[in-house]
């Protein structure tokens, strides 16, 4: 690579290289979160558990945080009973791929399933939460008028009741 390198190029090669890796650092240690960062956290989580907004004074200056996230989040789910599909549905669209959205996806479609809301389960549902939400779907389905198919829709859940040594079953 440097056989046919003029000898002015490659000090400016190192340079350069230098200076990126001495950036990438600094930029490393400008996103590790402060002792003042992490205790702000503490007490934004701790209100937010509480429910409300009352977390979200606290928690300025933690937008750029990496756990930010999970504090409207717990709020949302202290609040599961009275909040709103609408509600998820912009937290969900925000944070789409994290731990907390999936947890709060599950615990509102649990909720909705309580209070056979059927419309908006459907709305939010996606196959593959586990077989109690699998059940709520069907029964979604029953509710709005659909018609079920066994061998597509219950054999499945149905051979997980059957297990041996279980007492159900044959």
């Known amino acids: 690579m440097f056989a ?8 400016l090669f190192w340079c350069l290289l230098t ?24 007490q934004a989580y701790a209100a937010a558990q509480q429910g409300g907004d009352g977390w979200r ?11 930010y996230p999970y504090l409207p989040a717990a709020a949302l789910e202290h609040d599961i009973q009275q909040t709103d599909r609408a509600s998820v549905e912009a937290y969900l669209k925000q944070y789409p791929d994290l731990i907390p959205a999936a ?8 909720e909705l399933a309580r209070r056979q809301d059927w419309n908006d ?8 939460q586990g077989d109690a939400l699998s059940c709520d779907a069907l ?3 029953l509710a709005g008028g659909g018609a079920l198919d066994f061998d597509k829709d219950l054999a499945a859940l149905w ?12």
């Open 103 to 110: 947890d709060l996806r599950r615990d509102f479609l649990l």
């Open 57 to 67: 004074s606290l928690a300025e200056g933690l937008r750029n945080y990496p756990l």
């Open 121 to 128: 389960f459907l709305a939010l549902y996606q196959p593959g």
């Open 19 to 42: 200076a990126g890796w001495l950036m990438a650092i600094s930029l490393a240690q400008a996103t590790e979160p402060s002792d003042a960062q992490r205790g702000a956290f503490k």
């Open 4 to 11: 046919h390198a003029s000898p002015r190029r490659i000090p």
């Open 159 to 170: 051979g997980k009741c059957l297990r041996p040594g279980t007492g159900h079953g044959a």
């Open 139 to 141: 029964q979604a389905r």
